[in-house]
């Protein structure tokens, strides 16, 4: 039965998000701009700066630890280096994407069914708060993890477009792929959960995007230490962020439900 | 709310008369098992409130005060995507037949936001129904609907009296309440009355019968002061306003008796207090006593 009602709370959640236009259009938009802003950036840096940036001492770091994780940059050119440095940041940066969809979709979702009343009505039914809250959760992460991996997809493209296909190999590695099909999916369902949670608690969506705010930091400093040398993240690393974001997931949904006051709702929100 | 212990029976339709802030919603929503008293218990249909919540959902219907429909997806959609909730059920088929029962087939894939008041209201009822509940609660179910569309909702719930279905109904309107419910609870923060419109009449006025007479002359009146079964008399007019010992035998003789005096009756009625009078008289002590 909760398949059922999950697989129904999706389908109704989709309808209402591709018949609005404004969340219609973030979806197809954030990716875009996220995308568009990092080929920007890592092109400014290969003209602009070249190999010379490669001197400072945090990308000599850097450099070293990749090196370290494939050892045929070493063989490159120095800006050809700076560049596979640079474009290796790419798979942490998309995890952007969610978080920024999740940040706008997830905490409309409750917040809007609470003024409109529908909220009450749900809550007069069978369905269970995990249910709802995680219907609701993945009925946003699943069309923003879609869009990260299409974004993943285009942007291997505009590198080939730019003349740095033939780095691609050293960019998409098992690392690449671990982080688009686990790092990715755990990092956008704790993104949507935590918009969610916020929604159910918050009395507006403003005060729900706060909460959101939280996961764009730690994925932020994701890039900021990787980058810096500080730690390079191997695939095994990745693996066990992974897990420790799927497992923060699962907690996650079980305070959401703890958190999530029906009888409040129903009694304030009238 | 405040130790109220009532019991309703299966196929009976129970009114919930109170001012606002009564407890009438919230007693529907404890009783919905949708928000938990502080202390106590009901059973409806066989669950508690405190413990079945679950089992408790699945065979009660709520009608909440404001339709609570998501605008932007159809009737249809609307009622699929609520019925899909309930395990025993076969969706598609109860959806259209409740959008038929209610009128609403014709705008089945009409998005809701276009639909009329009167409409949201009939598909809130619908959803209310289309899992066929054992026990309904309606919350105000024609507040905020013209004349029209609420006669409309009143007829529907008419409907499911006359089907047997166990319906509590909060309203503000007391001819509603008269014409729908079997008996009607009046509350204010506890129950202050339980009965049928009928007996609440009875307990708070005596029965008065009303002789409706052609004319009315000193020798009947004269008469009929001299009745031994007569308690009270008074005129109106042309008419006899009177208290009888026991009113439905000692009615013929009454006619007899001003007929024999040159009466010319043109009609007997029984004076019908409006229960609008009973509900003020109820409230109004409940204010003094408090104060």
Redesign the interface.
């Given at each position: 039965m909760s398949r059922r009602r999950i697989r129904s709370i999706l389908l109704k959640e989709w309808t209402l998000l591709f018949t609005d236009l404004n969340s219609a259009f973030l979806i197809t938009l954030v990716p875009f701009l996220i995308v568009g802003q990092g080929i920007l950036y890592i092109w400014l840096a290969a003209k602009f700066a070249g190999g010379s940036m490669l001197t400072t001492q945090v990308f000599q770091t850097a450099l070293q630890k990749l090196v370290v994780a494939i050892p045929g940059v070493a063989q490159l050119p120095a800006n050809e280096q700076l560049l596979v440095l640079l474009l290796s940041q790419f798979n942490f940066f998309l995890l952007l994407i969610p978080t920024m969809i999740a940040i706008s979709v997830a905490t409309f979702s409750i917040v809007e069914e609470k003024l409109s009343g529908s909220l009450e009505a749900l809550l007069a039914t069978p369905v269970k708060t995990w249910e709802l809250l995680l219907g609701k959760a993945l009925a946003g992460a699943i069309p923003a993890l879609v869009v990260t991996w299409l974004s993943a997809g285009v942007f291997l493209v505009v590198v080939s477009e730019l003349g740095w296909g033939h780095l691609t190999g050293f960019v998409v590695t098992a690392g690449w792929f671990l982080t688009l099909f686990l790092l990715t999916p755990a990092v956008a369902v704790l993104s949507f959960m935590l918009g969610v949670t916020g929604s159910s608690r918050a009395k507006d969506a403003r005060s729900a995007q706060n909460t959101v705010l939280v996961i764009i930091l730690p994925v932020l400093a994701l890039i900021g230490i990787q980058i810096t040398g500080i730690i390079w993240f191997t695939p095994s690393l990745i693996l066990v962020l992974a897990l420790v974001i799927g497992i923060a997931d699962f907690i996650t949904l079980r305070t959401a439900v703890r958190l999530f006051r029906r009888e409040s709702i129903v009694v304030q929100w009238r | 709310m405040d130790d109220v212990t009532l019991a309703v029976e299966s196929g009976e339709v129970l009114g919930f008369l109170g001012p606002n802030g009564a407890g009438k919603t919230t007693t529907i929503?404890m009783l919905?098992g949708?928000?938990?008293p502080t202390k106590g218990y009901a059973i409806v249909a066989g669950h508690r409130t405190d413990r079945d919540i679950?089992q408790l959902?699945?065979v009660?219907?709520?009608l909440?005060?404001?339709?609570?429909?998501?605008?932007?997806?159809s009737a249809r959609?609307n009622l699929?995507?609520?019925a899909?909730?309930?395990?025993s059920i076969e969706p598609q088929s109860q959806v259209a037949k409740y959008l038929k029962i209610m009128g609403l087939w014709e705008r089945r894939d009409s998005k809701v936001g276009t639909l009329s008041k009167g409409m949201k209201q009939r598909l809130?009822l619908a959803?209310a129904l289309v899992h066929e509940p054992k026990v309904l609660f309606l919350d105000e179910p024609t507040a905020g609907l013209d004349p029209e569309a609420a006669g409309e909702v009143r007829r529907l719930i008419r409907t499911l009296r006359e089907e047997g279905r166990t319906i509590f109904l909060s309203t503000h309107n007391l001819s509603e309440a008269e014409v729908v419910c079997s008996r009607i609870a009046v509350i204010h923060t506890r129950l202050l009355a339980l009965d049928t419109p009928e007996q609440l009449r009875r307990r708070f006025f005596r029965r008065q019968i009303i002789v409706q007479l052609e004319a009315l002359d000193a020798q009947v009146m004269e008469i009929v002061k001299r009745l031994p079964f007569v308690q009270d008399v008074r005129e109106e007019g042309s008419q006899l306003i009177l208290e009888l010992t026991d009113s439905e035998r000692n009615r013929p003789e009454l006619v007899k008796a001003i007929v024999e005096a040159g009466g010319r009756v043109i009609g007997v009625s029984e004076k019908q207090y409006p229960l609008e009078d009973v509900y003020l008289k109820l409230i109004r002590e409940e204010g003094q006593n408090e104060s």
């Open positions: - | 929503r919905a949708m928000i938990a679950e959902h699945e009660v219907g709520m909440t005060q404001t339709p609570g429909l998501y605008d932007r997806l959609r699929e995507y609520f899909s909730f309930y395990p809130a959803r």
